[in-house]
């Protein structure tokens, strides 16, 4: 039987996943949470086997909580169930020590087998979560110095290497060094693409 502990503010929202896991054969909820910090009190108290826990909740938020309760407790699993998944909910979620990732929309056997994997130490995550996270390890982070910003800029603006330095009171071989730097870091060999890649990656 997995012991589970159900936290989420909306009564009715939350009334609706114990009646879910209530269903069950195999899952016994053992306690209701309001808000994040009954989340950990309860959790602390209860000692279940499982925390199914939203993220948007007064005092503590989901990801807060999730925290405080592996802390104290490493051996409890936290399944998050959400109804948002936006990249940084995703990762303070998984940089909390979440085991899974669910959204509500989800069919109800796809919650339920998200449960019961997490209790067996596996992860789960929602399709389009995963995707998600794919998704961002496929394409890395690049940060260009706030010179280096500047000048991509200019260039996307039409300006050319001599009119960027008496701009901004450089030398030439200044200039041309910082977008060396900045094709660099971007992979590319020219002017044009590196403006459209920064765009891309939203650095201008």
Same mark, same amino acid.
């Given at each position: 039987?997995?012991?589970?502990?159900?936290?989420?503010?909306?009564?009715?929202?939350?009334?609706?996943?114990?009646?879910?896991?209530?269903?069950?054969? %195999?899952?016994?909820?053992?306690?209701?949470?309001?808000?994040?910090? $009954?989340?950990?009190?309860?959790?602390?108290?209860?000692?279940? %086997?499982?925390?199914?826990?939203?993220?948007?909740?007064?005092?503590?938020?989901?990801?807060?909580?999730?925290?405080?309760?592996?802390?104290?407790?490493?051996?409890?699993?936290?399944?998050?169930?959400?109804?948002?998944?936006? %990249?940084?909910?995703?990762?303070?979620?998984?940089?909390?020590?979440?085991?899974?990732?669910?959204?509500?929309?989800?069919?109800?056997?796809?919650?339920?087998?998200?449960?019961?994997?997490?209790?067996?130490?596996?992860?789960?995550?929602?399709?389009?979560?995963?995707?998600?996270?794919?998704?961002?390890?496929?394409?890395?982070?690049?940060?260009?110095?706030?010179? $280096?910003?500047?000048?991509?800029?200019?260039?996307?603006?039409?300006?050319?290497?001599?009119?960027?330095?008496?701009?901004?009171?450089?030398? $030439?071989?200044?200039?041309?060094?910082?977008?060396?730097?900045?094709? $660099?870091?971007?992979?590319?060999? %020219?002017?044009?693409?590196?403006?459209?890649?920064?765009?891309?990656?939203?650095?201008?």
């Amino acid at each position: 039987m997995i012991r589970v502990l159900v936290a989420d503010d909306h009564p009715i929202v939350r009334s609706g996943i114990v009646a879910l896991l209530g269903a069950a054969d %195999d899952i016994e909820v053992v306690g209701e949470a309001a808000d994040g910090q $009954e989340a950990v009190d309860l959790a602390l108290s209860l000692d279940p %086997d499982l925390v199914l826990m939203d993220l948007r909740m007064p005092r503590l938020t989901g990801d807060e909580a999730t925290a405080l309760i592996l802390r104290a407790k490493p051996r409890i699993r936290v399944v998050v169930l959400t109804t948002y998944e936006s %990249d940084a909910n995703i990762l303070a979620a998984i940089e909390a020590g979440a085991s899974g990732y669910l959204l509500k929309a989800a069919p109800q056997e796809e919650i339920l087998a998200g449960i019961r994997s997490v209790a067996r130490g596996e992860v789960a995550l929602a399709p389009s979560i995963a995707a998600l996270l794919v998704q961002r390890l496929k394409t890395p982070t690049v940060t260009l110095s706030a010179r $280096e910003t500047e000048i991509l800029g200019l260039v996307a603006q039409g300006l050319s290497n001599p009119s960027i330095a008496r701009k901004l009171f450089l030398g $030439e071989a200044t200039v041309k060094t910082h977008l060396l730097h900045a094709f $660099e870091k971007l992979g590319v060999n %020219d002017r044009t693409r590196a403006v459209t890649k920064a765009m891309e990656l939203g650095i201008l």
